[in-house]
């Protein structure tokens, strides 16, 4: 059974920083996305709607590639990240952990806490 690999925020945020290939998929639901997002290009697979682009995921996400899965607070992340450990055989996963809110408070004030 695999888990994705817990990530620090501030991590993230230095990898990104550093030109790393990271897949960013946020699975919260469309107004949480509106509330607050990540100023980075992300993925948005809502997990509510999954039968709208499972079909659709060995062409949305490379799973060779590392894939850091974010949500509000960390939770609904570590499940599909665990999915797509287990269901997908992705080789590489993370979870971010605290989600967007802890994202807000040690990297980005920015972004909007909800």
């Known amino acids: 059974m695999g888990t ?40 948005h697979l809502p997990l509510s709607r999954s039968q709208e682009w499972l079909a659709d995921l060995e062409r949305l996400l490379d799973r060779h590639r590392p894939i850091a899965v974010l949500c509000h607070a960390g939770i609904r992340s570590l499940q599909f990240g ?17 989600g967007i809110d802890a994202w807000s408070l040690e990297v980005d004030p920015a972004v909007p806490r909800y």
Not at 8 to 19: A, K, N, S, T
């Open 4 to 43: 994705p690999i817990p990530i620090h925020p501030r991590e993230l945020q230095q990898r990104l920083e550093q030109g790393e290939p990271i897949q960013l998929v946020d699975v919260r639901e469309h107004a949480e996305l509106e509330l607050a997002q990540l100023p980075h290009a992300v993925l």
């Open 82 to 98: 665990t999915w797509l450990i287990e269901q997908r055989g992705c080789d590489q996963v993370w979870n971010l952990e605290g």
